[in-house]
Nanobody, 121 residues
Framework: QVQLVESGGGLVQPGGSLRLSCAAS????????MAWYRQAPGKQRELVAA???????NYADFVKGRFTISRDAVKNTVSLQMNSLKPEDTAVYYC???????????????WGQGTQVTVSS
């Protein structure tokens, strides 16, 4: 199994910045992609940003130019630098990994426990 542990959430004023981090551990054969999702109260979970093996990065339109995802494939970590935060960015942010635990197993999605980000004055 793969365990994902997030850190870095908290309360920030509009226009401020936060950096989220996520570390993957456990039985890891290969990680194909790591991503950040978020879920606000009463809304569905949505993709924020993804880092795919090979260097490709995808961003949701609502964070382009404000958030930056970075991944260390050796350390199996992923970070999300969030700048110019808005109240509508308030949500629980989840780390996600598309991973394989052995060369004989299939790929699976793994999730962290989530970290709260609140943007409010």
């Amino acid at each position: 199994q793969v365990q994902l542990v997030e850190s870095g959430g908290g309360l920030v004023q509009p226009g401020g910045s936060l950096r989220l981090s996520c570390a993957a551990s456990g039985s890891i054969f290969k990680i194909y992609a790591m991503a950040w999702y978020r879920q606000a109260p009463g809304k569905q979970r949505e993709l924020v940003a993804a880092s795919i093996s090979g260097g490709m990065r995808n961003y949701a339109d609502f964070v382009k130019g404000r958030f930056t995802i970075s991944r260390d494939a050796v350390k199996n970590t992923v970070s999300l630098q969030m700048n110019s935060l808005k109240p509508e960015d308030t949500a629980v942010y989840y780390c996600n990994a598309d991973a394989q635990v052995s060369r004989y197993s299939g790929r699976q999605n793994y999730w962290g426990q989530g970290t709260q980000v609140t943007v409010s004055s």
